[in-house]
Nanobody
Framework: QVQLVESGGGLVQAGGSLRLSCAASGVNLQRYALGWFRQAPGKEREFVAL????????YSADSVKGRFTLSPDNTKNTVFLEMSSLKSEDTAVYSCAARIPYSGVSFDPSDYGYWGQGTQVTVSS
């Protein structure tokens, strides 16, 4: 059974940093793609960042480029989302999701079948 568990959210001042983690069990993430998405109140869920282990590539939304970084820990089957220079508009519930089976890069959350419970990130201005 695939399970994804996020942690690391919290309250931070604008300009600060947070590190989110997504730990997977029941699946070897190295065979698939893992994405981070976020949803702010009253808004649609949106793509944040993605890693595809088979190619070793990462992708980021324009809104977070240069500020958010993905880093996998293969030994722990975990992916970290390092967030820096946080802005008030980054406030949202952040969720990780696995695309299983993997069939190419996708930024559409509807292409991901396995989701974590989400973790709240609140950036105060």
């Amino acid at each position: 059974q695939v399970q994804l568990v996020e942690s690391g959210g919290g309250l931070v001042q604008a300009g600060g940093s947070l590190r989110l983690s997504c730990a997977a069990s029941g699946v070897n993430l190295q065979r698939y793609a893992l994405g981070w998405f976020r949803q702010a109140p009253g808004k649609e869920r949106e793509f944040v960042a993605l890693i595809t282990w088979n190619s070793g590539r990462t992708y980021s939304a324009d809104s977070v480029k240069g500020r958010f970084t993905l880093s996998p820990d293969n030994t722990k089957n975990t992916v970290f989302l390092e967030m820096s220079s946080l802005k008030s508009e980054d406030t949202a519930v952040y969720s990780c999701a696995a695309r299983i089976p993997y069939s190419g890069v996708s930024f559409d959350p509807s292409d991901y079948g396995y989701w974590g419970q989400g973790t709240q990130v609140t950036v105060s201005s």
